[in-house]
């Protein structure tokens, strides 16, 4: 079994800054492609960015493009997204992801694991 633990989500007023992390520990596996998705209240789980096993590759949906970074820590598994100019629409739970096989992240059906979610808030 694999678990994929979020943190760093909180409270930050418009145009501020947070930054996510997450690890995943419990059953070891080389490292793969992980991912951010987020989900607002009464809507569905959106794909927000993702990077490859390697790195070397990074897709983000065009609603946080240029504003959201996403980067692989030194340790195996382990993936940031550093969220700037934030904006009371990106208000949602994020959630982690992992997939086993090697394909880049790039919707829900993808996902082979999942985080248990972190609340982030944009105030006006």
């Known amino acids: 079994q694999v678990q994929l633990v979020e943190s760093g989500g909180g409270l930050v007023q418009a145009g501020g800054s947070l930054r996510l992390s997450c690890a995943a520990s419990?059953?070891?596996?080389?490292?793969?492609?992980m991912g951010w998705f987020r989900q607002a209240p009464g809507k569905e789980r959106e794909f927000v960015a993702s990077i490859s096993w390697s790195g070397s590759s990074t897709y983000y949906a065009d609603s946080v493009k240029g504003r959201f970074t996403i980067s692989r820590g030194n340790a195996k598994n382990t993936v940031y997204l550093q969220m700037n100019n934030l904006k009371p629409e990106d208000t949602a739970v994020y959630y982690c992801?992992?997939?086993?096989?090697?394909?880049?992240?790039?919707?829900?059906?993808?996902?082979?694991?999942w985080g248990q979610g972190t609340q982030v808030t944009v105030s006006s």
């Open positions: 419990g059953r070891t596996f080389g490292s793969v492609p």
């Open positions: 992801a992992a997939r086993t096989t090697l394909q880049t992240i790039r919707g829900v059906d993808d996902v082979d694991y």
